[in-house]
């Protein structure tokens, strides 16, 4: 297993033979617009923590090479595959054209949504995250097999959008080592 600090993920280029040995879980990041490019630089670092399959960036969400993605991410955006799509609506019919029974979960404030620690994690697995103000968008709400949502106890209704798939990230991971 490759263990590279920060100071080596910031200098190292991936090489793909390196990349072929990491053994990846069937998880698959949907970013639906979401534009604060620290936030999908971020998302890159959850992706590479879970070893996820793919990262896709759909919409006004910028992609690689962009420097402040790039420093958020430490420079994992070498490490992790990603791709780019129109749409987040796209990019799950594509996804559940080559992952036959993938499981979307969007992550999202929703009256359909469950808790997030009550939701069904089969793997494979696609979460959707969203625009930052005005979340997963209704079209891909409407595709997703399950919404769920994290609770929040005080004033604030809203978590930033890594923060939030961090923890369900980790739930379904969690979740995937549980059931083996």
Partial sequence: MIR????ELRTTKADPKQLKNI???????????????????????LADAVAAEKVVLCGQTETPPHTRIK????NTTEWVQWEY???????????????LGIRVVAIEQDKRSVPYDKADYSFPIALVVG???EGVSKEVLKMADQIVELPMFGVNKSLNVMVSLGIVLYEAV???FEHR
């Fill in 4 to 7: 590279l600090g920060a100071k």
């Fill in 23 to 45: 053994k990846k879980n069937p998880i698959y990041i949907i970013v639906d617009n979401v534009l604060d490019t620290y936030n999908v630089g971020a998302i890159f670092r």
């Fill in 71 to 74: 420093k958020a991410s430490i």
């Fill in 85 to 99: 799509t129109k749409t987040a609506v796209e990019a799950i019919q594509r996804i559940r054209n080559y992952e």
């Fill in 131 to 133: 625009h930052e103000t």
């Fill in 174 to 176: 969690r979740h995937r």
